[in-house]
């Protein structure tokens, strides 16, 4: 990959991608998005897999509809919507294929997630950055995905509550109260860490 | 949106801002590029997802070919039992209703008379009933004689002018299938038109 375009800005490399049909361009900009799509897309649905075969598919989309990239918006809000797309698609995919199954994780489940039945686990281990986080993760999967994809933007991506309005098409005011009922709903899920 | 209204949104979660802040990254696999770049030169535009889910209906085929088999076979058997209702029947249009049609008919004319000279005759229905008809005509240009017509009456014709018209067509000589105008001979042939229709009837009732 040529060093030419590392000091480029986003926009700058999807121009010449646009204009010149310049591979490299690309390559730049899928090696500086493919890791935060892939934590984005893998916090919201769970599966590193699966998570992987998005990114790829937006990828994808991205180099066969790169003129359908407009530059008065950033590229990040473009290629985050675009990827945010498919992973909801791919949670209406499970969700019709979970009503046939008998095990059905739907996100319905507002109880405190419970480190289990385990008296192995110590209680300081509470505390144990590992346990927390998967902890954590689950109750993630566990949040509506309305209110899920908006609180991972917002708390894990750190974009801002402008850029999560364009990403998702909703007005600010929609997003900040979504932000804030996923996080009472985690909050409630992580009862037994976050006392009240 | 001042920085006071972000900090207004954020009281009361900061401690589980900060732990999703601080999850540990996932990233993408180390020949992420390396895929996404041979699928892009080989045309491989197609989503993993379509791929999986198309390959996934297969299993779909054995249960839908049997619901069909089981439709069609249900179909197959409801049509053929509607015919087989009846054990006698095989498929051949039964005569019934024509032989029962049939008048009970004896031409009673005696000798050529001039009052029915229109080639008219007169018919004894079942119920006794006595009645003119004109006989069917018979074609022109047959030569041959219907027999079961003149058994059963339709085509006699005691008349010796009309005689011409259902045999011999003006072979005034030819008389052997005209009935005879002794009554015990018109009698004796009642009776035996009797005794097949009641055997025609038994036939089809078995």
Known sequence: ?196 | MGIKDQNNMDNGYEKLSKDLKNLPKVNAPDDFEYKLMVKIQNGQFETAKVKNESGKLWKFIPATAVALSALIIFFVVQETSVNNGNPYFDGIEQPVAKTDNIPDTVNLRGPASPAIDDGSYLVIHPNDVVKKEKPVTARPRLKGVDVDGLIDGSLINRSGLNRQHVVGHGNKSFNGFLVDKDRKEIERLRARLDSIKAEKKKKIAN
């Open chain 1, 1 to 196: 990959m040529s060093t030419k375009y590392k000091g480029w800005t986003d926009e700058e490399l999807i121009k010449e991608f646009q204009d010149s049909n310049t591979l490299d361009a690309y390559e730049v900009l899928v090696k500086r998005y493919k890791d935060p799509l892939t934590n984005f897309v893998f916090r919201f649905i769970g599966d590193k897999d699966v998570s992987t075969d998005i990114v790829q598919d937006t990828m994808i989309k991205f180099y066969l509809n790169k003129d359908s990239y407009k530059s008065f918006a950033k590229f990040s809000t473009w290629i985050y919507t675009i990827a945010g797309n498919l992973a909801k698609n791919e949670l209406k995919r499970r969700k019709r294929r979970t009503i046939l199954s008998l095990n059905s994780s739907s996100g319905d489940d507002d109880r405190p997630l419970e480190i289990g039945d385990d008296s192995v686990i110590d209680p300081d281990r509470l505390a144990d950055g590992e346990i927390k986080n998967v902890l954590i993760q689950k109750a993630l999967l566990k949040v509506k995905p309305v209110y899920r994809e908006v609180v991972i933007l917002r708390d894990i991506q750190e974009f801002s509550y402008e850029e999560i309005s364009e990403m998702t098409n909703l007005s600010i005011g929609t997003v900040k109260s979504r932000i804030n009922r996923g996080r009472s709903q985690l909050q409630k899920l992580l009862k037994n860490i976050y006392k009240e």
